[in-house]
């Protein structure tokens, strides 16, 4: 993202409000998709996703939450929503909604309670949030609920790299036969094979 706008609520709070830079809005198929950090306090799980889906609804869209700490990047995110998109259209959707399709994505998984915690949860939440369809206004609509924040692409250190290898069941082996550490792409080698044995 470029440099960010303050704008103040009612209770003379600061919002940050975003600009979106090109590597935020990016196409997933033919339609365009923005994915932007985030972080948020959630008090109640059901309450916030409600909120969420109200938004979406009003602007004919859907927004997933991923929990960025369960992800390696924006590539991960967007991977899963372009499968997950891949497989509405086909009408392979496991799932009954766009948003957990791409969480089963993201978890490399076809158990719901497994992808329901690649989402959010209660208390602190570090989030990557897709837009797909891009809206204009969304994120004005999303301020009072998320903290749209200025990081960067992750860069995964060594604690990240060994709790997703974990996490995915990637071997030490595995990521030796690839040049330098490419975690990412053997973590989306796991998302593209969920979809080849679905």
């Known amino acids: 993202m470029t440099d960010d706008k303050k704008m103040v609520d009612s209770s003379g709070s600061e919002i940050i ?3 979106l830079d090109q590597q935020d809005s990016v196409p997933v198929g033919d339609v365009a ?3 932007l950090a985030a972080t948020c306090f959630i ?3 059901n309450t916030f996703l409600h909120k969420i889906r109200t938004i979406a609804e009003s602007f004919d869209t859907h927004i997933i939450c991923f929990n960025a700490d369960m992800l390696a990047g924006k ?3 967007r991977t899963a929503l372009h499968h997950a998109v891949r497989s509405f259209h086909n ?3 496991v799932s009954n909604t766009l948003e957990m399709e791409a969480l089963l994505f993201a978890a490399g998984s076809r158990q719901c309670s497994i992808a329901s915690s690649f989402g959010v949860h209660d208390g602190d939440n570090s989030l990557l949030v897709c837009c797909y369809p891009t809206r204009e206004g969304i994120w004005d609509a999303l301020a009072p609920l998320l903290n749209i924040t200025n990081r960067k692409e992750e ?3 060594h604690p990240k790299r060994t709790y997703l290898m974990e996490l995915f069941g990637i071997t030490e082996e595995e990521n030796a036969s690839c040049s330098g550490d490419h975690i990412t792409e053997l973590v989306l ?3 593209a094979l969920l979809e080849v044995y679905r």
Do not use: G, Q, Y
């Open 91 to 93: 009408r392979s959707m």
């Open 33 to 35: 998709c923005d994915v």
């Open 155 to 157: 860069i995964i250190n």
């Open 75 to 77: 590539r991960h995110a």
């Open 189 to 191: 080698e796991r998302i």
């Open 17 to 19: 409000k975003p600009v």
């Open 43 to 45: 008090e109640n799980r």
